[in-house]
């Protein structure tokens, strides 16, 4: 309907409205009542009842930390604090590896060794990178198996026999290598064809091949080191996928993995990228969680979804990675420029400085961990809220946060959680709950609760 149809309409509908009021008043002899009759009320304000149930959204926070206390607590914080040094160990662990290649010419007799072997540049660079990937691993090795190995058995956060670690981790070397080969002489190519602005041509195939990772380790990555299986048919599968359906998660299913033969830590995960999504949820939720810190925790995991956290979290990472290789390609010219002759690599194409490649950003996301930590956390937080909005069950996130406790340090200070914690601390997500739950806590679903459970 146009604009004149639509004023003519108003006329029309003014003219019903006051040409009837008129018409009477014109009648002779009819002289109807000018006002009606009125009596004087009083009014008077009666005192505002507040009969909203009080609740003390500190003190509840205070006894559900309460809960993990003595030992358990000194063993949580031991662990969680062990890992602030061991940073620093990998780091310098990393750059000692490094030196070793750079400064002994083991770097420059694998680039001959390999140029040897074919006259192929991009030969030459799968071979030297196989033996790269070889001798780098070798030498972490020790590091790698005290951190996922005996450290986690000395603190009983692992189920896994040295055989059975073993093979998950050769499975984990050698994704990592496919990776290698693929990416690395891109990135060579890459540097090769741009020159002086490789680093920001370099960044971008990073971020690009970071999306395929995302999309592609749900279906074929995952399943290499967990056994997945659809949860059974059951009134607690019914709400999750209810949940999914009333957030537009395109998922028909749920899937439940055996991270036990692993570990005892609970997860599960809305994972996936440009149709590859998948629910999932590993057993030891299933056996450790009440029905409601299951849905809890399904709630924050598809906040993740919702929020899009997948595509903005590539796209704050992508400009990490930017800066990352910006600031690898001037350490290059810098150290080469001081040391190259002695490393005999003058050139950043030349395949014998990956070494110092690796070891330039290896410290540059060393350095920048309070931020990609906080880009992080900020993310679990938004997920934290929209999982209490969505599922309403503050006191199971709050309890299944306390579960969590064995492997992360709850009570941390103000600059050691933005340092150190890629997530809210254990402190933090239970005080926001229990903010939530203090501005809920007159709902129908959330009275009678202002006791902690």
């Known amino acids: 309907m146009n604009l004149p149809s639509r ?11 006051v040409l009837p009021a008129r018409a009477e008043d014109a009648l002779p002899g009819q002289v109807g009542p000018r006002a009606a009759p009125t009596t004087k009320i009083e009014v008077h304000t009666l005192p505002m009842m507040d009969d909203t149930p009080r609740f003390d959204a500190e003190a509840a926070t205070a006894k559900y930390l309460a809960r993990v206390n003595g030992a358990a607590r000194a063993k949580s914080d031991a662990y969680f604090e062990g890992g602030y040094g061991l940073q620093v160990v990998d ?11 750079l400064w002994l ?37 020790p590091l790698t198996l005290y951190e996922g190995f005996f450290r986690e058995h000395a603190y009983g956060l692992s ?25 690395v002489p891109v990135i060579y190519a890459v540097i090769r064809a741009a020159r002086e602005r490789w680093w920001l041509w370099g960044a971008a195939v990073a971020i690009l091949f970071a999306a395929i990772y995302l999309a592609i380790a749900p279906v074929f990555i995952a399943p290499l080191f967990n056994h997945y299986t659809a949860l059974p048919e ?29 570990s005892n830590r609970i997860s599960a995960n809305v994972s996936g990228f440009m149709g590859t999504t998948r629910i999932s949820l ?23 979804y919702v929020m899009d956290h997948v595509t903005k979290g590539l796209l704050l990472a992508g400009l990490v990675i930017i800066a990352a290789f910006a600031f690898t390609h001037w350490g290059f010219l810098f150290a080469t420029g001081w040391l190259g002759g002695n490393w005999h690599v003058r050139r950043i194409d030349d395949i014998a400085g990956l070494p110092l490649l690796a ?25 934290d809220i929209f999982g209490v909005d ?64």
């Open 234 to 262: 059951g009134p607690l599968k019914k709400e999750i996928l209810s949940l999914a359906r009333a957030n537009d998660i395109p998922a028909d299913n749920v899937w439940t993995f055996d991270a036990s033969r692993q």
């Open 159 to 183: 189920n896994q026999g040295l055989l059975s670690w073993l093979g998950d981790f050769t499975k984990a070397f050698a994704v990592s290598l496919i990776g290698a080969l693929i990416v």
């Open 282 to 304: 590993n057993d030891n939720l299933l056996k450790q969680g009440s029905h409601d810190e299951i849905l809890a925790v399904m709630g924050h995991e598809m906040g993740h």
């Open 359 to 383: 070891a330039l950003m290896s410290l540059f996301f060393f350095l920048a961990t309070p931020l990609t930590n906080s880009i992080t956390r900020s993310m679990e937080h938004e997920a």
């Open 105 to 141: 010419g083991l770097s420059t007799r694998l680039r001959d060794w390999s140029a040897d072997k074919s006259r192929s540049r991009t030969v030459q660079i799968l071979i030297y990178v196989a033996g790269y990937s070889l001798f780098v691993t070798a030498a972490t090795f």
């Open 7 to 17: 004023a003519a309409l108003a006329l029309i509908a003014l003219a019903l409205i």
């Open 390 to 453: 969505a599922v309403r069950k503050p006191d199971a996130f709050a309890t299944v946060t306390l579960k969590l406790s064995t492997y992360r340090k709850l009570e941390p200070g103000p600059l050691e959680e933005i340092v150190f914690y890629d997530h809210p601390s254990g402190k933090s997500r239970i005080h926001s709950m229990m903010v939530w739950k203090k501005e809920h806590i007159g709902d129908v679903d959330m009275r009678g609760t202002e006791d902690v459970p």
């Open 91 to 101: 780091l310098l662990w990393g750059l000692g590896v490094a030196a070793v290649l």
